[in-house]
């Protein structure tokens, strides 16, 4: 006979406000097999807890469900407790009264007998369910950091600091991604190369990391503490181990007019290039859509001249196959392309730029050696029109979300213009001025008040070019919404920060969720904020939203010691919530009949053929087995089962058949 | 096939040119135009400023009365009429009791099967895939392609261009062999309404538009607008006034260049209707 243990959550106001639980637990209490029933505030908190702990012993409950929030969320809890107070942790069953009923429900009669209803049913089930044991795995103590900016150099370091290995990649020829472009950052306008150049070197040298740039993610399978990722190095048409990076080849190359990616189109590059002279690994790499020998067959002239014969043209893409334990995602965002904004003519305005363009005309290392030129004719302008908000914060533009970074570095170019122009007039487009952080406020108003920007509240409507003027047309609202016309030498855009390209399809790949924005979920919006809903599988930087540095790097250190945690541990225990395969006694042995139907359905690859041998060591029937460590408990091979004999752990045929009847059946 | 036609008022009025040189146009290609029986007002813009029902059930009827004519398509010339056509198509589609309601109120069916085209849209579809060989007379000028507000916007309703920097007048211009030139005031404000109430406010907002057409060298405006036409062509002494010289850039419909085009006659065009004298 079960005695079940009912235990009513009123979730604070979020299911008791909605659904009457005293009601719940009172008629709960009255079913066929429950011991014992009760509601309470909160039963996710320890006096929540001791309540089931002291209910498991007391009445020697059998099972146990909690009638509370989504089992996402405080499954695992409850199991922990349940187990804690010597009772088979899958033994207890969550109804949610929260996510499906409070939450989605007006209040009323309705509504609490859809509660109980959520709890009739999981009583029935309870009485099927069996005594599981975790399944335990093994741990790869080995990393992969995905994207080489800021966020993945920290979570490198750190994970590696910690003695793991670490593998990072990046897909461009240097790691060090958006940082590596900035001038100076705020709000201290410490340099940023000068802060961010000694980590990279170090990446370079750590014996824990392994470097990999020019590199993507081809495949990755397994789960957590057991992945295996394919790892695509694409060629660089260079022996590495040859080149002492001379750079001679990069000198001597004759196509020399590709806009560069690291200048944001305002410097050139070579065919065969290093990114920037900092870059790490400082070796060049081929452009083959831009080399002449690639689109004619004819040139070699970076090979002639190599003093080390180091070029390699035949050079293919290798597949690196590496085993790892945890994945922390840091690919970074991007900046929206220039067709976005007709009307303020960028891309037709050569002196209509980005931010991040403007980032390169003032550090020392871009084009203009940190003079602020402007692109078309190299003068220094007078007059510049910043726009924040070229984007944010506009659902006409299908972007209602803040970037976050622009107001801070809006501040920054216009005081960093201001330093270097003397006599010149910056003006800011604003629609609020958002510098939340640690001296943030303070860098604002120093512009303003020491360094003279001049701060417009308004919006932008149209930039046009006249007399070799831009006409920046804007509004005061702070003076009654009056016109504003200004002509100005030069226009930054504070274009909106967004995910990058392939963020969907990376994301699809590692099976991480995604906003309506294409940036990576977070597992919960405020206590799980590097994790995501894959397990092993961790966030750090601007991929997850507009991030600065300062939280880019919080948030790489943040999952660092989130895969430290994981790899702390020698085994893995999972969740025995897997498919079996039937067995029983000779002669039959199983009632599958090796069709292995369930062998192409299985999306993990996770089933096998096992041969029942006789004493001679022949065959005598052939059947499928479940890799418990690779199924994932889908359920898919059991619904594709002809003979039924596969069933899943904890949601059996049976338990599946009495949730029903129960549902079907009066009370 | 037969090509519904709903004019609106301006059409049949101080535009009447603009009509005249649509069914010329139209004739050219032999395309049969058929105008809606018994049409009614659209409701412009002071229906929709006052009461919502009747800012519906007026273009509702138009288009009921489409249906009933059995009309597939309509070319709607005037971007007012279009846009309010369109909204109401776009809202009854989106909310089927307000649809009930209006067909209540019409005393008529409102079904929304009919096709709305602009007159850019019509044109794009029937005549300038059949353009090749048919331009005797290149519409050799720099023109400014003008736009004005409603014929791109609101987006989300009207699917149609660029609102920001529409291209397609401009498209269809370099095919009638123009020059079309990059300028900045394509869907800046003429002044609209205030034509009549405050022409001296229409001189500086249409003045803007002259003026940055005529410093950008700019022989002729092409416009697909009534009201457009209005202000930038009757306003033309405000417009100068404001401009401080006397600009006589002529504004023509892109019909109207079109027509020239093909080799229509001046005078079939309606081209003698307008202030500032069309001596291209």
Known sequence: MSKIG????????????????????????????????????????DPGQSLIKSAIAEKGLTG???????????????????????????????????????????????????????????????????SLNAIKVPVTKTALVIGGGIAGIQASLDIANTGHKVILIEKDPSIGGHMSQLSETFPTLDCSQCILTPRMVEVAQHPNITLYSYAELESIEGFIGNFKAKIRRKSKSLDEKLCTGCGLCTTKCPVKKIPSEFNEGLGMRTAIYVPFPQAVPNKPVIDREHCTYYLKGKCRICEKVCPTQAIR??????????????????????????????????????????????????????PTLGEIRRPSDSKVPQNIVFVACAGSRDEAKGIPYCSKICCMYIAKHAMLYQHKVHGGKSYVFYMDIRAGGKNYEEFVRRAIEEDGVN?????????????????????????????????????????????????????????????????FAEAHPKLKPVETNTAGIFLAGACQAPRDIPESVSMASGAAVKVACLFSQDELTRDPLIAVVNRMAPPVYSSCVGCFLCVSACPYQAIEKEEIKNRAGEVIKTLARVNPGLCQGCGTCVAFCRTKSIDLQGYTHEQMYTEVMALLNEY | MTLGFYPGCSLKGSSREYAESVLAVAKAFDIAIEEIQDWNCCGATAAHNMNRELSLALPARILSLAEKQGLSEIVVPCAACY??????????????????????????????????????????????????????????????????????????????DREEDPQSMDE?????????????????????????????????????IVGDAKDRGAEAIIVA???????????????????????????????QALGLAIGLDKKELGLNRHFVKVTV
């Open chain 2, 83 to 160: 846009s309010r056509l369109t909204v109401t198509q776009h809202e009854l589609a989106a909310d089927q009791t307000l649809k009930a309601r209006i067909s209540e109120v019409n005393g008529m069916e409102y079904k929304g099967s009919v096709t709305i085209l602009n007159i850019i849209q019509m044109l794009d579809k029937y005549i300038t895939p059949r353009l090749e060989g048919k331009v005797v007379k290149p519409f050799n000028k720099k023109v400014a392609c003008y736009y004005g507000c409603l014929l791109v916007r609101p987006h989300e309703i009207l699917k149609f």
């Open chain 1, 64 to 130: 146990v469900v909690v009638a509370a929030c989504s089992p996402r969320m405080h499954e695992p809890t409850f199991r922990k407790a349940c187990a804690e107070a010597g009772l088979n942790p899958y033994m207890c069953e969550m109804a949610n009264l929260r996510e499906h009923v409070s939450w989605v429900h007006e209040k009323g009669e309705a509504t609490t007998e859809k509660a109980i209803d959520l709890v009739r049913i999981l009583v029935e089930k309870v009485k099927y369910n069996q």
């Open chain 2, 172 to 208: 269809l211009m370099l095919k009638a062999g123009a020059t079309p030139i990059d300028w900045a005031f394509k869907t800046e404000c003429c002044g609209a309404g205030l034509s009549v109430s405050r022409t001296h406010s229409v001189g500086k907002l249409s003045g803007l």
């Open chain 1, 313 to 366: 043209f035949d050079q293919k893409d290798t597949i690196e196959e590496v085993e790892i334990g945890a994945i922390v995602l840091a690919t970074g965002f991007s900046v929206k392309q220039p067709d976005f904004f007709p009307e303020y003519g960028y891309g037709k305005y050569p002196d209509v730029i980005t931010g991040l363009q403007f980032e390169r005309l003032a550090s020392a290392s871009g």
């Open chain 2, 225 to 255: 607008c009534p009201m457009c036409h209005s202000n930038l062509d009757m306003r033309r002494k405000e417009i100068n006034e404001y401009l401080g010289e006397k600009v006589d850039i002529p504004v023509l419909y892109v019909t």
């Open chain 1, 455 to 519: 701060y417009v509240r308004g919006r932008v409507s149209r930039i046009y070019e006249k007399n070799g003027k831009l006409i920046v047309k804007g509004v005061d609202t702070l003076l009654g919404a009056m016109p504003v016309d200004i002509e100005a030498d030069m226009v930054v855009l504070a274009t909106a920060g967004v995910a990058n390209n392939d963020a969907e399809a990376l994301a699809q790949k590692l099976h991480v969720s995604y906003d309506a924005y294409k940036f």
């Open chain 1, 6 to 45: 009912v235990f009513v959550c009123h979730c604070g106001e979020n299911i008791g406000a909605t659904v009457d639980c005293a009601r719940v637990a009172e008629t709960s209490g009255k079913l066929d097999g429950v011991a014992y029933s009760v509601d309470y505030k909160y039963m996710c908190s």
